[in-house]
């Protein structure tokens, strides 16, 4: 195509083309130019094929009627905590996880009987709460009515638990707009494990299935970027902050596993990026398993998104070509190259 530079990456040559003046160009101001979707004051890059929503935090401001029933049950027990201290410490954890935290810190044990009935009566006490009146956060409804007007699939994938998620949601007027959710009621492991998320999403596909067709969706120019390398036998590596477990069989339904006989994963490394270790490995193993064609770091690419993971590998000795999928082309300056998508850059 016309208007591409031709720019050196490392020993080789190995060269990136990009475009200049066109998506995918750094503007002079080193901004990549963007072709986005507008979603409120927010970029977005892709369409997704659905949509899951957190619940307390993203969609109504509970956290803090959550914390008072907390406070109204475990106090009588002598269990206490600050707004402060429950922010820092139990937000984020579902109903059964905040009690078992409780009780950790305070050196109590608490069985599974005991844990049933101060989840019962938590939920009836956040009951009585949330009937003096819940906030929806600014924007939340016009958007979920947006997206439920618009035909898209839409579920809940939230910590709590659905007898507390259900009447707030008819309080909002939006419960037919999530005829699916995942609560805590659902899953064994709350948040940051992803079972929450990985149900919902196989509830979305299992509901629509000629919608909804992949949790890895892959960006635009990524797997024939990947596919073509892979053709010509240059050496892959993959270099992740994910769990090889989620990783793994994305892979497999992106249909591109073979591409990569080498992962560095969490499972690998006890710093994550922006530390360079996981790139070092993930250079060494490369290096170990193709020794007559990989010879220094220097010679290496990493494709990247996000600046802790530009600094990961430039710190590691690697050239960084990024794509603005995440965040911005400002944000991404330390990179050695940069495009707004993968599609259409060759590597010669």
């Excluded at 989840?119 to 958007?143: H, M, N, T």
Aim: charged residues 25%; positive net charge.
């Amino acid at each position: 195509m016309r208007g591409r530079n031709r720019q050196e990456v490392g020993a080789g040559p190995v060269y990136v083309m990009k475009w200049t003046g066109r998506p995918g160009s750094r503007t002079p101001g080193g901004e990549v130019a963007t072709r986005s979707m507008r979603i409120g004051n927010a970029d977005c890059r892709w369409r997704p094929d659905a949509v899951i929503f957190d619940f307390d935090g993203v969609i109504v401001d509970t956290e803090p009627l959550h914390c008072q029933a907390f406070r109204k049950v475990l106090e009588p027990l002598g269990i206490g905590f600050t707004w402060q201290e429950y922010k820092d410490r139990y937000m984020g954890f579902d109903d059964r996880d905040a009690f078992r935290e409780a009780f950790r810190v305070h050196g109590r044990v608490l069985d599974e009987e005991a844990l049933k009935d101060l989840l019962s009566v938590k939920s009836g006490v956040f009951q009585e709460v949330v009937r003096d009146g819940v906030r929806a956060y600014p924007g939340a409804i016009s958007l979920v009515e947006s997206l439920h007007a618009r035909g898209l699939p839409m579920a809940i994938s939230s910590g709590a638990l659905r007898s507390d998620i259900a009447p707030i949601l008819d309080l909002l007027g939006i419960s037919r707009c999530f005829p699916l959710a995942v609560t805590a009621d659902d899953v064994r492991r709350s948040k940051p494990d992803p079972e929450s998320y990985r149900l919902a999403f196989t509830r979305l596909r299992d509901a629509y299935p000629s919608r909804v067709s992949s949790a890895g969706a892959a960006y635009p120019g990524a797997i024939p970027l990947v596919e073509s390398l892979h053709a010509r036998g240059l050496p892959l590596a993959i270099s992740s902050g994910a769990l090889r477990s989620d990783i793994a069989p994305i892979l497999s339904m992106l249909g591109i596993a073979r591409c990569f006989p080498l992962a560095v994963t969490a499972d690998d490394v006890r710093r994550s990026k922006p530390d360079p270790e996981s790139y070092r490995l993930a250079f060494t193993r490369l290096r170990d398993a193709y020794p007559s064609r990989v010879s220094s770091a220097g010679a290496c690419l990493a494709i990247e998104d996000t600046p802790a993971g530009i600094r990961s590998a430039k710190r590691a000795g690697l050239k960084v070509l990024a794509v603005a999928n995440s965040h911005a082309g400002k944000e991404l300056a330390e990179a050695d190259y940069l495009t707004e998508t993968l599609e259409g850059v060759l590597l010669p």
